[in-house]
């Protein structure tokens, strides 16, 4: 296992991804893929800050780009709406979010569980649904040595019966779960109950995003509603009440190898200049537990 990040977390402290991370110590990133197919440059240029992935030759510029600056991609995430009226559309993207990931030998691509418009329809319906749309997307690109991990995101994908059912009915080694280590229990889950979830998913991380939140100690191992008071407790890695060494060990023993995300959504409690300090500390705490 090796830490990354995401690319919006580092441009929350630094000017541009390559200073991020050359102060971090991290030589990878997730990038988000725009919904023209376009990513964040590493180190931009004064004519360019983005780098579009939608054609064979531009996808060589990027790999030229991504070598000149000794940085991988650990995934590129998708924020993708099973839910819209136009399903053509979302399937389409994420299959050429799959074929750029390819090209670049990126291994995983973060499908969003969020169906928006659809949040008051049936489970049952909502999971024919998404599951129609990744197998369509399996079909067309079979050849791709590309997984797909659905995130535990929003109310829907932190319900474990939802990310049950649609893996089930997908029923692909490519299809998984990118475990947010945070997100179950900003969904309400009482503390004990996040690790035996995220110990249920473990065999099917394709990728994940780390997150923290310090609650109070009564509140910790209760049923809370959705995202109760996150704005106020969210908080740095090393200081929340979930376990990061216990996570990753739980990631290991299930055969996980990939990376670590760094996702530190505490920086809006912070100063922009006090937010390099507070990744630093993230970034030395991976060290610690990888």
Not at 125 to 131: E, K, L, S, W, Y
Not at 156 to 180: A, K
Not at 184 to 193: A, C, D, K, N, V
């Amino acid at each position: 296992m090796y830490p990354s990040v995401r690319d919006h977390i580092v441009l929350a402290a630094w000017p541009s991804l390559k200073e991020g991370l050359d102060a971090l110590g991290f030589g990878a990133v997730e990038l988000e893929l725009a919904r023209d197919n376009s990513v964040f440059a590493i180190r931009p240029a004064t004519s360019r800050d983005r780098f579009k992935l939608d054609a064979p030759a531009a996808m060589e510029e990027f790999r030229d780009h991504l070598a000149t600056n000794a940085i991988r991609v650990s995934a590129l995430l998708m924020s993708n709406n099973f839910g819209s009226d136009d399903i053509e559309e979302e399937v389409n993207w994420a299959i050429t979010a799959i074929r750029a990931a390819d090209a670049l030998g990126v291994p995983a691509v973060r499908i969003d569980a969020i169906m928006h418009g659809k949040e008051d329809q049936p489970l049952e319906r909502n999971v024919h649904v998404f599951a129609g749309a990744m197998a369509r997307i399996l079909d067309a690109t079979v050849d791709a040595n590309v997984d797909m991990g659905i995130e535990n995101h929003g109310f829907q994908g932190n319900n474990p019966d939802f990310l049950d059912m649609v893996l089930s009915r997908v029923n692909s080694p490519r299809v998984g779960v990118t475990i947010d280590t945070g997100n179950f229990y900003w969904r309400g889950h009482p503390l004990s109950r996040v690790y035996k979830i995220i110990e249920h998913f473990a065999p099917y991380c394709k990728h994940t995003h780390a997150k923290n939140i310090q609650y109070p100690p009564e509140k910790r191992e209760v049923e809370r509603e959705i995202g109760w008071e996150y704005g106020k407790y969210v908080s740095p890695l090393r200081d929340g009440d979930i376990d990061h060494r216990r996570v990753v060990q739980i990631l290991k023993s299930a055969g996980y190898s990939r990376d670590l995300c760094l996702e530190d959504e505490s920086l809006g409690k912070w100063a922009p200049e006090e937010r390099v300090a507070v990744l630093k500390r993230d970034a030395d705490f991976f060290r610690e537990i990888l």
